[in-house]
């Protein structure tokens, strides 16, 4: 069985798709440890810093994506996303008006042999995980399955 890219703080939510698996990208779809698949889908406001999911089942709080500290340009380059501090959006379904969503994640991995060359010795090997250079997810309403795709579209190198 081939390495698991997916980032060490999605492990436990993300539920990969073995049909879709290849070398240049994953995809999973999110899964609260409770068994819920049901979520109110916040981000950021004004920037494409912070993506986080709230459960709708027990009221985890689900951190997808931070700028700051996910990514290739944030890990390896030190260049951190910008976060404006404006507050949060919540996503309202653009058809019914519903907050509740079903969460597919895209990961775009890194290349490890590029990660261990170009952070030897300052960061861990196995952190090449959380170094991806791309982040994407699409909601989909649970009451109108109506979709929004690219709710996050990221390019973090
Ligand atoms: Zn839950
Ligand atoms: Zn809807």
Redesign the pocket.
Known sequence: MAESAVPTHLQPFFMQRADKGNDTQITGDIR?????TSFAAMHSRDDDCVYRLI?T????DILLFDARTHGWDALVCHMPGEYLGQGEETEKCESCGGECFEVTVWIEPTEKAEFISCAEGELPEEAWVNAFTWFAAHLTCTRSGKQKRGWADIETA
């Open positions: 609260c440890s409770c068994g819920s459960c089942g027990c009221g985890q």
